[in-house]
């Protein structure tokens, strides 16, 4: 590892339509890394240059649900080449996949190209083509315009997608890690001490069930060396590529993002191989041939699950990344950092800490007890057990925020985030959510890369990462804390254009956007009629008889009144409450 070379890994977290966030900040860093390989080329024998020299190597992207999705599109950009930044708000789309994708989701072209006729992304998502009778309802929402945005994205890869395209500040053995939630359990025994009694032979062993499951895609796979140690990253289709698993990437890409019940889950029959699965499981748990740990099924075959989203247990998978780069890069060194990652947060849980000052925690009631023991189980499931919490390690958070203009220490009145009503559901609503988010990613992609991501400078200490810097470029870039110089590691070179927007509190899209209620009004029925296929999907498949067959169309069209009315409340209650 190069002394002068920083390797990074990139984590995103959860985000479900705020995704959006989470693509605008990519396309910005990507657009800060490539900018920057230039001015260096240009400035290659410039010894007074004041580019900074040392370099950056992104070594792995990881991520859950909309950050898992968010993770793969980017891998896919960068395996593309020529991935143009978007600066400036685009009605139509750009050709760039993260903003195509995340932006414009599944909108129909026609509502942009003037003639405006054409349905939305969430009109389609409230169709009922994907219930089925005999099976029931697969999720809140229809899943298949997610399906279309995945598969288009890899539908139109150029032929040239090879990893060959990687620029220099892409590792070319970049990892890919996205995180699934098998609601089929992964077990292995602890073994207990083998004592024979005069009822049994030896003790049975304790069975530890897991549910996360790691897809490791590599994309310099090797089918001997890595074989069910990592998977291979190979997207073009079968046609161009006879080894391609590209029906496995886009159903992966689809299965991180599956939000339990809200949207349909994904079943995997032959694509994870059991051995990949438990070597995997093994890696992350630290097992070692001294622990008295078995995995007590076959080895052979495949494991066959139903999947949920990845971030149902595991939504900020940075020690995933974290542990990818230590085992590439050996100890780290907590005075000269050489590697680390950066989450990338839509909806971070600090966020969530309790306001009231005197909170009652004393339950005692049957339904307080129930009310909390769901985000109880979810939270314990969440909680990471690793040794990647090390002081040596670096690691930042970038999460939203939108200053008032002017203020540099004051916030909106209003959430950052425009698609973050309804639990993140609201982005999929309104295709000016979405842009709002994208660009505010990008702009808070700057301010990250301007003031927050930076290590310690030292330009004659030969372990340090900005070992031999030139004054000139300290002088542009650097800033002093107690006392002390500072660089950033990823120098964002357009502030040293005169005509940059250097303000921090001022955005692409200054005004929030606020909520169509005459348009949502307009998808009452659509939503009706969704929440009464539901409800008959669902209760004929489990009920029947006479009684049934003569009321059920009196219980059915109840029901979904009744839902029908507090899903609008509910939603217009939101937007209100976020002063949108």
């Known amino acids: 590892m190069s002394k002068q070379t920083f390797h990074l ?16 900040f990519m396309d910005y860093i990507l657009e800060a890394l490539a900018e920057w390989e230039s001015a260096k080329k240009e400035q290659a024998n410039n010894p007074n240059s004041n580019i900074p020299k040392h370099n950056v190597v992104i070594d792995a992207i990881g991520g859950a649900s909309a950050g898992g999705m968010v993770s793969m599109i980017t891998a896919l950009a960068l395996c593309a080449g020529k991935l143009k930044p978007i600066k400036e708000v685009a009605h139509t789309k750009t050709g760039n996949i993260l903003y195509d994708s995340w932006v414009f989701l599944d909108d129909d072209d026609s509502l942009y190209n003037g003639t405006g006729v054409g349905k939305t992304t969430f009109e389609k998502m409230l169709s009922t083509t994907d219930l089925k009778k005999e099976k029931g309802a697969p999720s809140l929402l229809n899943s298949e ?7 288009e994205v890899f539908d139109k890869l150029p032929n040239t997608t090879s990893t060959t ?6 590792s070319k053995d970049l990892r890919v890690l996205l995180t699934v939630t098998s609601l089929r359990p992964l077990d292995y025994k602890v073994k207990m001490s083998r004592i024979k009694s005069k009822f049994m032979d030896s003790t049975p062993g304790h069975r530890v069930s897991n549910h996360d499951i790691v897809a490791h895609f590599k994309l310099n796979y090797h089918d001997t060396i890595d074989y069910n140690e990592f998977l291979p990253f190979r997207p073009l289709s079968s046609t161009l590529d006879s080894k391609s698993n590209k029906d496995f990437l886009i159903k992966v890409t689809k299965a991180t993002g599956a939000f339990p019940i809200g949207l349909a889950p994904r079943y995997f029959d ?7 699965v438990h070597n995997n499981l093994k890696k992350r748990k630290a097992f070692t041939a001294q622990m008295d740990v078995e995995f007590d099924t076959e080895t052979s075959g495949n494991f066959q699950f139903t999947a949920v989203d990845g971030g149902t247990i595991n939504n900020e998978p940075f020690d995933e990344v974290l542990r990818c780069l230590a085992d ?33 925690f004393e339950k005692t009631s049957i339904m307080d007890i129930v009310g909390n023991l769901i985000p109880t189980i979810l939270n314990q499931a969440r909680n990471k057990q690793s040794d990647t919490y090390g002081t040596g390690l670096f690691k930042l958070m ?7 203009l002017g203020q540099i220490d004051e916030e909106t009145d209003h959430p950052p985030l425009a698609t973050g009503a309804i639990g993140g559901f609201g982005g999929f609503l309104d295709i000016e959510f979405r842009k709002h988010d994208f660009f505010l990613g990008r702009k808070n992609a700057k301010n990250f890369l301007r003031g927050i991501f930076f290590t310690e400078c030292n330009p004659n200490d030969r372990d ?12 542009k870039f650097s800033r002093e804390v107690d006392g002390k110089i500072y660089m950033p590691i990823i120098p964002d070179v357009s502030k040293l254009d005169p005509n940059d927007e250097s303000n921090p509190t001022k955005y692409k899209i200054q005004e929030f956007p606020k909520f169509n209620s005459k348009a949502f009004y307009q998808l009452e029925k659509p939503i009706k009629n969704r929440i009464k296929a ?23 069209g109840k029901v979904s009144n009744k839902l029908t009315k507090w899903v609008i409340n509910t939603i217009e209650k939101d937007f209100k409450k976020r002063g949108m």
Request: no cysteine; net charge negative; glycine share 8%.
């Open 9 to 24: 890994g990139l984590t995103m977290a959860g985000a479900v339509s705020a995704g959006a966030y989470t693509a605008g």
């Open 145 to 151: 315009p997610i399906d279309r945005i995945a598969e």
């Open 165 to 170: 395209n990687l620029p220099n500040y892409v």
């Open 270 to 276: 032959s694509e994870f191989p059991m051995e990949y």
């Open 328 to 360: 590439n890069h050996g100890p780290e060194d907590a005075d000269n950092p050489k590697y680390g990652t950066v989450l990338i947060d839509p909806f971070p849980n600090f966020k969530d800490e309790i306001i009231n000052s005197t909170p009652d």
């Open 398 to 404: 970038a999460f939203p925020r939108k200053l008032k």
């Open 464 to 475: 340090n990462l900005f070992y031999g810097v030139s004054e000139e470029a300290i002088d």
């Open 534 to 556: 539901i409800v008959k999907a669902e209760l004929n498949n489990k009920l029947s008889g006479f009684w049934w067959w003569l009321s059920k169309r009196i219980v059915i």
